[in-house]
């Protein structure tokens, strides 16, 4: 391979990355009109932690994980009014795959529930 194709391959490649990122900057740089939905998932200790957004409405779940147990907790709220406040503790600590299952379905039905309305 001579010097003028790997300079060419370099530049290529750069290239690829660079409009492959760049979209994704822009992306989360533009202002979100009130129909989308933000998504904001947050690792807490041994469990996580999602808020989602979409206007006014706020959807809240936390997962905390001890060694003893883990404690849900799941809100919903629309401007300051709680519509969902509840809680939920399992006698024995969640493993990280359920965790994250319980944080993904809980996404999955927000966002299901966010489209019907």
Not at 7 to 24: D, E, H, K, W
Request: proline share 4%; hydrophobic share 40%; net charge neutral.
């Amino acid at each position: 391979m001579n010097r003028f194709q790997r300079y060419s391959t370099a530049i290529g490649l750069l290239m690829i990355v660079a409009f492959s990122v760049l979209p994704a900057v822009q992306a989360g740089s533009l202002p979100v009109s009130g129909e989308e939905l933000q998504i904001e998932v947050t690792k807490k200790g041994l469990g996580k932690q999602v808020v989602i957004s979409q206007g006014a409405r706020e959807w809240f779940m936390l997962i905390d994980v001890t060694p003893e147990n883990a404690v849900v907790i799941r809100q919903e709220k629309d401007r300051e009014r709680y519509l969902v406040d509840e809680s939920e503790t399992h006698d024995r600590p969640m493993t990280p795959g359920e965790v994250d299952a319980a944080i993904a379905d809980y996404v999955n039905s927000v966002k299901t529930r966010a489209r019907k309305q």
